[in-house]
Nanobody, 115 residues
Framework: QVQLVESGGGLVQAGGSLRLSCAASGSIFKINTMGWYRQAPGKQRELVADITSGGRTNYADSVKGRSTISRDNGKNTMWLQSNSLKPEDTGVYLC?????????WGKGTQVTVSE
């Protein structure tokens, strides 16, 4: 199994910044992908960004140019730096881990962006 623990969420004003962290532990495969998903009230869970263990990144159009995903494979930790935050960025941000045989989710961290 893989355990994922997110941190760094909070309340921020529009235009502000946040840095989310996700620490992974357990049976982590050398080749894997980690990502951030957002769950907003009344909406489907959506991908914000993900990054492979090789460093290839993928971003949702809504966050391109405003967010940067990064990771440290040695520390099994991933980060999401989000700038110029908008109210529509509000939601629970969940860390995800997937490899060729397993998929795990963290419990999430709340991000609220006020007007």
């Amino acid at each position: 199994q893989v355990q994922l623990v997110e941190s760094g969420g909070g309340l921020v004003q529009a235009g502000g910044s946040l840095r989310l962290s996700c620490a992974a532990s357990g049976s982590i495969f050398k080749i894997n992908t980690m990502g951030w998903y957002r769950q907003a009230p009344g909406k489907q869970r959506e991908l914000v960004a993900d990054i492979t263990s090789g460093g290839r990144t993928n971003y949702a159009d809504s966050v391109k140019g405003r967010s940067t995903i990064s990771r440290d494979n040695g520390k099994n930790t991933m980060w999401l730096q989000s700038n110029s935050l908008k109210p529509e960025d509000t939601g629970v941000y969940l860390c995800a881990y997937y490899d060729e045989i397993q998929n795990y989710w963290g419990k999430g961290t709340q991000v609220t962006v006020s007007e």
